[in-house]
């Protein structure tokens, strides 16, 4: 295996630095795709090991990850590591995804969290839930946490998919259409950094998870 960690960040200079540095003993390559930040980001990744490219202005996790990979598909790795830039994953979780996706040769290896209920504030933990079930009927397949961006993905399962979400369906786009062309998908155990009983995510619950659910019937049977 030889994995490229894509990283998608906005403003997270204060983070960046060591999320970069804790990801680089465990894949080959680090891509730190800077969404419009002014505050840093991309010097201080760039300080840090990674490779770093940019957008002018924020346009979207989506359109950050699609960036990246339009990066890094023409070379020779075998795979692509997806992680926040927010340091709500953990590097040291990353050998657990590896070792799932060596096991079982799964197209798609989603770091799921445990959905602690007494740690996670209820209305993540009920959008992260409903999100999963519903996830699940559209990939036709058990999906446990359909909204985490920690990720192992088998690059050749993604040549040929085009991809168009902008924002944070991107994660429900992947599952979709993965699972539409018999990608198997699996599950490793991961850990979510909480902060003040809050995930670092600039995610905002309610109008992400309706745009999400509108895209997804979308991706499902038209897109």
């Not at 202005?57 to 598909?73: C, E, M, P, S, T």
Request: a positive charge; glycine letters at 8%; charged letters at 25%.
């Amino acid at each position: 295996m030889k994995i490229c960690a894509i990283i998608p960040a906005f403003n997270e200079r204060p983070r960046i630095g060591a999320v970069v540095s804790g990801v680089r003993p465990y894949v080959d390559t680090v891509v730190v795709v800077d969404d419009g930040s002014d505050d840093g980001t991309a010097e201080a990744a760039e300080a840090a090991g990674a490779e770093c490219i940019r957008h002018h202005r924020n346009q979207g996790k989506g359109a950050a990850l699609r960036l990246g990979l339009r990066h890094v598909q023409a070379r020779d790795f075998s795979h692509v590591l997806f992680l926040d830039g927010d340091g709500q994953h953990r590097a040291e979780d990353i050998p657990s995804l590896v070792s799932t996706a060596e096991r079982t040769g799964a197209g798609l290896v989603i770091g799921t969290r445990s959905f602690d209920r007494a740690r996670m504030p209820a209305p993540r933990y009920y959008s992260n839930s409903l999100g999963s079930r519903v996830a699940s009927w559209l990939a036709g397949q058990e999906i446990r946490d359909s909204q985490s961006g920690f990720r192992l993905i088998r690059l050749d399962c993604l040549r040929g998919v085009e991809l168009k979400a902008r924002k944070y369906e991107i994660e429900m786009e992947i599952l979709i259409k993965l699972s539409r062309l018999g990608c198997a998908i699996e599950h490793a155990p991961i850990t979510t950094v909480y902060e003040n009983g809050q995930a670092r995510s600039k995610m905002k619950v309610i109008p992400d998870t309706v745009r999400i659910c509108l895209h997804s019937l979308w991706f499902r049977w038209a897109g």
